[in-house]
């Protein structure tokens, strides 16, 4: 175990700097000049050329990218173009709130799709089966900045009962993380039913069956464990699409997140912050595949780790 997370651990190294070198080239490729944007449309070309030497926006990219991996070794993410802050603390700010949105988000897909999953295959062929292969369908169909948008004019404007945007107590939180929720719990949905479909045809169901061990014993206790692997699977990899939605979700509903601020280093050509921003979401999903590598051991005591 300890000799497979090390090596887990070296190749993470190689990703996170080949995500570095692709986020530089994908942002010089950007139209604009960051330091005349910074300076307005009265500067002259000598306040531009000055500024940009001083944020070292005039050396080749391969200097910039070799330091920029030199100060990353010491934990410096660099200055805010725009604001001037350090980007370890403008991330430090808004962090928690990706944070606690992602984990209610994943909270209640993991609930919501496991447990339609489980009832579907239960039920298979049945109204409600197709009533949730439908809904899933359409979840998975459906953009995420449309649902949002449709969940404040229905729950927000016409019924008024969560209101439409901004972080503060819980109720602020429902709308945002549903709207993230959603595409987890259809993909979920779907993949819980289909593994628990496939074991529950095993032999060994089969046997428990005919002992007379009792439909919820079997489903709970014989054939989730092992249909939990491919859920887990597709749960690390579905992550990825919750941090990148964050940026869409936080963006519609004001939610004070790392993709609000994302879509505003964007905007301001804040090409440090949209650097460090982006490699912080990059690392977070890294180490939640790592995890998920780690936890099939746990669900399979069969799977060893050498």
């Known amino acids: 175990m300890t000799r497979f997370l090390l090596r887990r651990i070296l190749a993470m190294i190689p990703v996170l700097l080949g995500v570095i070198l692709l986020i530089m080239v994908t942002i010089n490729l950007i139209p604009g000049d960051p330091a005349a944007l910074m300076l307005g449309e009265g500067a002259t070309p000598e306040m531009v050329a000055k500024l940009r030497a001083s944020l070292n926006l005039d050396q080749p990219l391969p200097v910039r990218y070799v330091r920029y991996v030199g100060n990353l070794l010491r934990g410096d993410l660099g200055r805010s173009i725009r604001e001037g802050r350090r980007v370890n603390d403008e991330i430090g700010d808004v962090w928690p709130a990706t ?4 984990l209610s ?5 993991v609930v919501a799709g496991v447990v339609l999953g489980i009832t579907s295959a239960r039920w298979q062929y049945s109204l409600f089966d197709n009533l949730v292969r439908i809904a899933s369908l359409f979840g998975l169909s459906m953009p995420i900045f449309w649902t949002g948008i449709v969940l404040i004019v229905v729950f927000s404007l016409w019924l008024g009962w969560f209101p439409a945007g901004g972080r503060g107590s819980w109720l602020h939180m429902v709308l945002p993380a549903v709207t993230l929720a959603l595409p987890t719990i259809a993909m979920l949905a779907r993949i819980t039913r289909s593994t628990m479909l496939d074991v529950l045809r095993e032999d060994y169901i089969r046997t428990a069956r005919a002992k007379g061990v009792t439909t919820r014993s079997v489903l709970t ?8 692997i491919p859920v887990v699977t597709v749960m690390g ?4 699409q919750l941090l990148g939605g964050a940026v869409l979700t936080e963006t519609v509903f004001s939610w004070p997140g790392i993709g609000r601020m994302l879509v505003r280093a964007i905007f301001a050509r804040d090409y440090v912050l949209l650097q460090g921003g982006v490699l912080v979401l990059a690392a977070t999903f890294v180490v939640i595949n790592l995890l998920v590598d780690l936890s099939y ?7 060893t780790y050498r």
């Open 221 to 228: 206790r014989h054939a989730l464990r092992n249909a939990l």
């Open 105 to 109: 988000a994943l909270s209640i897909a």
């Open 237 to 240: 990899l579905q992550t990825g």
């Open 297 to 303: 051991a746990y669900l399979d005591p069969r799977i």
């Open 99 to 102: 944070a606690q949105l992602g």
